[in-house]
């Protein structure tokens, strides 16, 4: 991913010495400032690979897992953006200036033995369209006399902000909350035989389906929504389709 590249800053941890997940929001806080008035900021999460890495059965031919760079996360902002994409600014010639860029969210795990790198630059040509690094109203529009070349600048301040989840916390933590939320679901299971009886056995495949279908549409409603009434709540209706998830297992098995 250009790393060899001069006009591309490179930044790698030493060989992991344990394996590291990132999960959640990806934030680059980046200070950076131009000789120009517009500038495009790439930044890319990069898994590297040992040298010493096997193939695997489905490598193709054309690749080697030796020292392989696998793109995690990228992102590009158009610095003319960085504030509002409704009110395009243009930058102040050699000023310090705040570009934050939001990554895709993540859930990686960066393996022992691996090297976490971060890339920045300022052109991804061709999947990114040229920048002219001149502001002007429509980039679209822009003139040849506008593109040129400048130099950009990405102080020691800049900043990848990221989660790490703990994994020996993490599945003794969510295999007690996945036993917790079963043992809620078959309560309420428990108390609906009570009042049906098995009247939910009659039920054909469709139907549950069907059930299982309306309950989803009421959860991207509500999420939609944001306004709830007092009786509306996303986490019946997430237990509702466990249940008739089971229940349809159930009709499955007969």
Same mark, same amino acid.
Not at 94 to 111: G, M, P, S, W, Y
């Given at each position: 991913?250009?790393? &060899?590249?001069?006009?591309?800053?490179?930044?790698?941890?030493?060989?992991?010495?344990?394996?590291?997940?990132?999960? +959640?929001d990806l934030?680059?806080?980046?200070?950076?400032?131009?000789? +120009?008035?517009?500038?495009?900021?790439?930044?890319?999460?990069?898994? *590297?690979?040992?040298?010493?890495?096997?193939?695997?059965?489905?490598?193709?031919?054309?690749?080697?897992?030796?020292?392989?760079?696998?793109?995690?996360?990228?992102?590009?902002?158009? +610095?003319?953006?960085?504030?509002?994409?409704?009110?395009?600014?243009?930058? /102040?010639?050699?000023?310090?200036?705040?570009?934050?860029?939001?990554?895709?969210? *993540?859930?990686?795990?960066?393996k022992k033995?691996?090297?976490?790198?971060?890339?920045?630059?300022?052109?991804?040509?061709?999947?990114?369209?040229?920048?002219?690094?001149?502001?002007?109203?429509?980039?679209?529009?822009?003139?040849?006399?506008?593109?040129?070349?400048?130099?950009? &600048?990405?102080?020691?301040?800049?900043?990848?902000?990221?989660?790490?989840? $703990?994994?020996?916390?993490?599945?003794?933590?969510?295999?007690?909350?996945?036993?917790?939320?079963?043992? $809620?679901?078959?309560?309420?299971?428990?108390?609906?035989?009570?009042?049906? +009886?098995?009247?939910? &056995? /009659?039920?054909?495949?469709?139907?549950?389906?069907?059930?299982?279908?309306?309950?989803?549409?009421?959860?991207?409603?509500?999420?939609?929504?944001? /306004?709830?009434? *007092?009786?509306?709540d996303e986490?019946?209706?997430?237990?509702? /389709?466990?249940?008739?998830?089971?229940?349809?297992?159930?009709?499955?098995?007969?």
């Amino acid at each position: 991913f250009a790393a &060899r590249r001069p006009d591309v800053l490179v930044y790698e941890t030493p060989v992991l010495e344990e394996d590291i997940t990132m999960v +959640g929001d990806l934030l680059a806080k980046l200070r950076v400032s131009t000789t +120009g008035t517009d500038a495009d900021w790439i930044v890319k999460l990069i898994d *590297v690979y040992p040298p010493d890495h096997e193939e695997y059965p489905e490598t193709q031919d054309h690749l080697k897992m030796s020292n392989y760079h696998q793109m995690v996360r990228s992102e590009v902002m158009r +610095g003319r953006y960085r504030n509002s994409f409704s009110q395009p600014e243009a930058f /102040i010639p050699n000023e310090d200036t705040a570009v934050n860029i939001r990554l895709q969210d *993540v859930l990686h795990t960066f393996k022992k033995g691996h090297k976490i790198q971060v890339q920045i630059q300022s052109t991804w040509f061709p999947l990114i369209d040229l920048n002219p690094q001149t502001f002007v109203p429509n980039i679209f529009e822009a003139k040849a006399s506008d593109f040129q070349k400048q130099t950009h &600048r990405v102080y020691n301040s800049s900043s990848l902000q990221f989660k790490v989840l $703990h994994n020996e916390w993490f599945m003794h933590n969510t295999l007690e909350q996945f036993d917790n939320i079963l043992d $809620h679901c078959a309560d309420l299971f428990e108390k609906k035989l009570k009042d049906y +009886g098995p009247a939910w &056995r /009659i039920m054909r495949l469709s139907s549950l389906t069907d059930q299982i279908f309306i309950k989803a549409q009421r959860i991207r409603t509500l999420q939609e929504n944001q /306004i709830k009434k *007092v009786d509306e709540d996303e986490a019946s209706e997430f237990v509702g /389709i466990i249940n008739y998830s089971i229940i349809a297992l159930i009709q499955l098995e007969l």
